[in-house]
């Protein structure tokens, strides 16, 4: 079987790394390359190959992908638990493969599923469970549906972010459940990705509509305090009038210029 470990470097320079692993399944993974280089805020594929060979017994085996510098500092430490099945159980590979990288609250977003089922290849129902994990580790459920593959399957789906979201580094969660009739029990085969969530976009007010603004306030006070004049007039006075004795209050209020002595 065929994956892939990402590695994200978050420093402001480029990071040369070494890849390892540790633990009883050391034997079962084998890397393409286990040195490779991760520029500034970008992401390294690492891609590896699981294999049980002949004769190892079955069972579920732990270990760690370890990444380090050089100069032997930890960077990523992943725990990985990997099931070498009996011969007719099954089991499925779920892999976020498409999805954005960074997203703001309240957005569609398109995420494209590899679900591989690499045991026995009858015909089965799983149940995806879409999820955010925010940074301090509450994830909220976003949506569940029921698939069925028998071997291999690529599969999309539009999701819409919950709104409200504080900006930051979350990580989506694709999780597929399924039950195996080999062994009478309810299996699950999660996935998951770094999504970055964007501060929402602030909506500039144009200079017009501040103009539009102020202009609807000057028309509703002239109508009220022409309300007021007729209401001072018991009903009568028109527009004509109003508009000269207005005009006349205010050329009245302006100051007089000094007088030349």
Do not use: C
């Not at 017994?57 to 990997?82: H, L, N």
């Not at 593959?149 to 709104?163: F, Q, V």
């Amino acid at each position: 079987m065929e994956k892939t470990l990402v590695v994200r470097n978050s420093e402001s320079k480029p990071l040369d790394l070494i890849v390892a692993v540790e633990g009883n399944a050391r034997e079962l993974v084998t890397f393409h390359t286990t040195t490779f280089r991760v520029e500034p805020g970008q992401e390294a594929k690492v891609d590896l190959r699981l294999y049980a060979r002949p004769g190892t017994p079955p069972g579920e085996y732990t270990a760690f992908f370890v990444v380090r510098t050089m100069s032997g500092e930890v960077v990523q430490r992943v725990p990985v638990k990997i099931t070498v099945l009996v011969k007719g159980e099954r089991l499925m590979d779920t892999a976020i493969s498409k999805y954005p990288r960074a997203a703001m609250p309240g957005e569609e977003i398109l995420v494209g599923l590899n679900l591989v089922n690499v045991g026995d290849n009858s015909k089965f129902d799983a149940t995806l469970t879409y999820a955010l994990e925010s940074p301090g580790g509450k994830a909220t459920r976003i949506y569940s549906e029921t698939v069925s593959l028998s071997d291999r399957l690529y599969y999309e789906r539009k999701i819409t972010l919950p709104e409200g979201l504080a900006p930051g580094e979350y990580r989506l969660q694709v999780s597929a459940e399924y039950f195996d009739e080999s062994t009478n029990q309810w299996r699950k085969a999660p996935s998951s990705a770094l999504l970055e969530i964007l501060p929402p976009k602030e909506v500039a007010v144009p200079n017009n509509a501040w103009q539009g603004v102020a202009l609807l306030a000057a028309m509703a006070l002239f109508i009220v305090a022409y309300e007021y004049y007729r209401f001072r007039k018991g009903g009568r006075g028109g527009l004509k009038e109003f508009a000269s004795q207005a005009y006349q209050s205010i050329w009245r209020s302006k100051p007089k210029k000094a007088e030349k002595l």
